[in-house]
Structures are given as structure tokens and as C-alpha cells.
């Protein structure tokens, strides 16, 4: 396939609680978020097969990837911890977060609750928080599987289940997109027997299209769709029909004034015969559009597989008639 193509791999459910934290040295740096934003945060893309929609995350999806269609990509593992700040912001956060009337059984209960954030105070480290993708069907089972809802850790430590870039990676792929091709081709309404029918696609708009996942103030990652070319299906058999795809580029190839209908197109279709005998009475031509994905910087070392969206138009195939006339 055209293009680099680069990966995460399987991810560990389990990373050692010793671990480096990588994800501060891995990805490309980003602003420090200057408070704390709270125990919830949502950022969300809903494809038409799947989607993703963060939940008590401060996951930040953008990017011009977030509107076509999606492919179904799920992440490897939909649930994990996110770092939520040292122990004095959090217990601030904590504290704001409590109501101010509240039965008093459900105020003890809460007030209870933060001794175990009071206990960190003036030590060294990082709260971390469950979050997880709603929109897979495994998403909420993972996160009640992951047990404590917030976990300390060392400074330069990792706690099992933290977020890594590996994922982050994985979510700004799951959020990707590409469009729809629209097929186009001459002659537009009906074709007929050994005429040329040139294909390519039109309306496509950007041939690159990315998704950046943000973890604020502690990582970043991209993905990177790029348009690498196009297959055509005639509909029919190698007896019925010629295609030629070899020089169809990223997009085809639009159909050129005063081209020579007597040649088979750079890329396209020749039709040897006629379609009244096919269902419908058409042939279904299609058009399926290659995107390569890249994720940029390296910063995962496997490849992910491209992503194929295609369409299908109905192509007319009739005979060229002649009239023989008498002379003399």
C-alpha cells in the first residue's frame, strides 16, 4: 500500500506500578492546564459504524477527521487512568465538588471520602482517575473491572491501567474519519460497447484528513489519513469488461476534451458488452477510495491497516447502432 503506515500495538492491561510515566516523555509536549478541570470532562466523534464518546475523561478530540465516515476501529482496551493532578489540587477539586445541601448520612459518607485525599496532602505524586469510552459495548464493564476509582502514584511512576500513548493513539484513531468518494464518470448517463468510460472521483475535497487526541498538559497524539489511491470493480466479468486502474493516481483521472475514445482510458472501464441482460439492466460499478494512516512522530512502531470506503453507481452499457442504408 501507498504511504507509511505506523501503529500501536496490543496494549498491556497491567503495566508495573514502577513503570516510567511515558507518556510526559513520548509524546509532543502541550501547554500545562493551569486548574484542575474537575472529575468529568466529555469529548466525543460518533461515526456511522462506531464512535467515540469519553467519559469522566479530559480527553480532547479535534481535527478535520471528525465528520465522514468511520470504519469501525475500536480501541484495544476502552477503559484506563488518567492523571488528575497532585494531591493538593485534587482535594481542592474534591472539596469544590461537594454539594451544598445534602441528607445527612449522604454528607458523612462524602465528608469520609476525602480522608483519603486529606492523607496525601504534602507528599509527592499524582491522583489518577477512571475514564472510559462509552460508545464501545465493553466500555463500561472495563472501567468497573479496573476497582478503586482514583489511584495514587509516585512521582515518574505509572500506576497499572494509566493511560499511555500507545492509547491515546488508539482513541484519535478510533475518532478518525474519511468521506464518502463520489463516483464520476463520461459518458455520465449511459455508456456503450468499446466506448471508453473514464472514472475518477468527484466533490473529494482534502486528500488528508487527521485526528489529534490531548491529554492537556501531559500528552498529545496524531493520526493521519491520506488518500493513496483508488480501486474499481466494472461489476462484471473479465469477458464483459476491461479495467484499467494503473494510472488512476490518488482520485482518477476526469475525463479530457478531445481525448481519444478509440483507446482504453488511463482509468476507467471498457465495457465488450452490453448490460440489458444484467439485473436492472445495469452494471453496479465501483469506486473504492485506499487511505493510508500515519501516525505522525513515530511515536507508536507498528502499522495500522489502510482504510477502504467505497460506492456504487449504475452503469447503462447499450449497443452501438448502426443504420444501413440501400443505395443505387
Known amino acids: 500500500m501507498i ?111 476525602l480522608e483519603k485525599f486529606e492523607e496525601k496532602v504534602g507528599q509527592k505524586g499524582t491522583w489518577w482517575q477512571r475514564a472510559y469510552n462509552s460508545a464501545d459495548p465493553a466500555g463500561m464493564a472495563c472501567v468497573a473491572a479496573l476497582g478503586e476509582p482514583d489511584v495514587w502514584a509516585p512521582p515518574g511512576t505509572t500506576p497499572p491501567n494509566g493511560i499511555t500513548i500507545e492509547e491515546l493513539v488508539e482513541i484519535a484513531r478510533a475518532a478518525l474519519t474519511v468521506p464518502d468518494p463520489k463516483i464520476e464518470i463520461n459518458p455520465d448517463v449511459k455508456s456503450y460497447v468499446n466506448l471508453p468510460t473514464w472514472v475518477w472521483l468527484g466533490g473529494a475535497g482534502e486528500t488528508t484528513r487527521s485526528v489529534t487526541a490531548t491529554l492537556p498538559g501531559v500528552m498529545s497524539a496524531t493520526v493521519t489519513a491520506t488518500r493513496g489511491g483508488i480501486d474499481i470493480d466494472s461489476g462484471t466479468t473479465g469477458d464483459r469488461a476491461r479495467v484499467a486502474k494503473s494510472g488512476c493516481g490518488e482520485g482518477g483521472v476526469p475525463y479530457r476534451k478531445g481525448a481519444d475514445d478509440g483507446d482504453d482510458p488511463p482509468c476507467g472501464v471498457t465495457y465488450l458488452r452490453a448490460s440489458v441482460d444484467q439485473p436492472r439492466g445495469v452494471y453496479e460499478l465501483t469506486v473504492t477510495a485506499v487511505w493510508d494512516i500515519e501516525v505522525e512522530d513515530d511515536v507508536v512502531p507498528f502499522a495500522y491497516d489502510p482504510v477502504e470506503v467505497g460506492a456504487t453507481r449504475d452503469v447503462p452499457v447499450g449497443e452501438v447502432q448502426s443504420t444501413v442504408r440501400k443505395t443505387g
Open 3 to 113: 504511504g507509511k503506515m505506523i501503529v500501536a500495538g496490543l496494549l498491556m492491561l497491567a503495566p508495573p506500578a514502577t513503570a516510567a510515566v511515558s507518556p510526559v516523555t513520548a509524546a509532543a509536549p502541550v501547554a500545562a492546564d493551569p486548574e484542575p478541570q474537575g472529575t468529568t470532562g466529555e469529548a466525543y466523534q460518533r461515526g456511522r459504524e462506531a464512535g467515540v464518546s469519553l467519559k469522566d475523561s479530559q480527553i480532547v478530540i479535534t481535527g478535520t477527521g471528525l465528520t465522514g465516515k468511520s470504519d469501525g476501529y475500536r480501541i484495544k482496551r476502552p477503559c484506563w487512568y488518567e492523571p488528575r493532578g497532585n494531591a493538593e489540587e485534587r482535594l481542592e477539586a474534591e472539596r469544590k465538588a461537594l454539594p451544598d445541601a445534602l441528607p445527612e448520612q449522604e454528607w458523612k459518607r462524602r465528608k469520609e471520602a
